[in-house]
């Protein structure tokens, strides 16, 4: 396994991130799982991916913190000596509010963990997997939201709007480094069943918006698992700056 190569999920203890690492897994990707302050759920993920006999590591960072950002992938260095792909999965969402009733603290934390610390671990990430700086090349998958074209109105406008920078970052990085050996695409879910709806204080949401999905049906974790190790892998080794919806349609 010392060879395979090695991927880190950034929120990789629930919902799509712990999709995404064990899926990796059973593609034959040695994972870093990091997680916040989960950290029973991360070492779940670890353990589930050990039992069937791949190699993961849990690591406590938390997007939102530089400092953190820079521990989580010298911990990556230490432990695998390698990095060849990353997935910018950690994000945040908020209680519904109207914009007229949002504070500045929640929109600054919102754009923190979703949009800066999503370009910081890029950054991170193109510092060891680019030629120009001697790296074997590798792939950026971003999670975006289709709230970034939706709009999310009387919900969470400030979500969207993250998502939204999240699709322009995208694009911008992937040309930036298209010449250096990295493939940078996002991933856009919909409604999707996982627990991030709750920690909005709306855990039936995925159910209540079936109807207004073409598919008439939420998607699962593991659906959007499928597209992004579609884009992590040699499989998509000429797709670069893409985002793809995984929505039901919507």
């Avoid at 009387?154 to 990295?182: H, M, N, P, W």
Wanted: charged letters at 20%; one cysteine or more; glycine letters at 10%.
């Amino acid at each position: 396994m010392s060879n395979a190569p090695v991927v880190l999920v950034t929120g990789g203890s629930r919902g799509i991130g712990a999709a995404v690492c064990r899926l990796a897994a059973r593609q034959g990707w040695r994972v870093a799982v990091n997680y916040a302050s989960s950290r029973q759920a991360a070492e779940a993920v670890v353990a589930t991916i050990t039992e069937a006999g791949g190699e993961a590591m849990a690591i406590q960072g938390d997007v939102g913190t530089a400092a953190d950002i820079a521990a989580m992938f010298a911990a990556v260095d230490r432990h695998f000596g390698r990095l060849d792909g990353l997935v910018n999965n950690a994000g945040i969402v908020d209680y519904p509010q109207r914009v007229d009733e949002m504070s500045m603290e929640r929109i600054e934390r919102m754009l923190r963990v979703n949009v800066t610390g999503s370009i910081l671990c890029a950054g991170e990430a193109v510092r060891r997997m680019s030629s120009r700086h001697n790296g074997r090349g590798g792939a950026i998958v971003n999670v975006s939201s289709m709230a970034a074209i939706l709009g999310s109105a009387t919900q969470y406008v400030d979500y969207a709007a993250s998502k939204a920078a999240i699709d322009t970052f995208t694009i911008g990085l992937a040309r930036e480094v298209a010449a250096e050996g990295i493939r940078v695409n996002a991933v856009r879910p919909g409604i999707i069943e996982t627990d991030l709806h709750a920690s909005g204080g709306l855990p039936d949401r995925a159910r209540e918006m079936a109807p207004s999905v073409p598919m008439q049906r939420p998607g699962t974790a593991e659906e959007v698992a499928d597209a992004i190790l579609y884009l992590l892998s040699p499989s998509a080794s000429y797709v670069t700056g893409a985002i793809l919806n995984v929505s039901g349609g919507r």
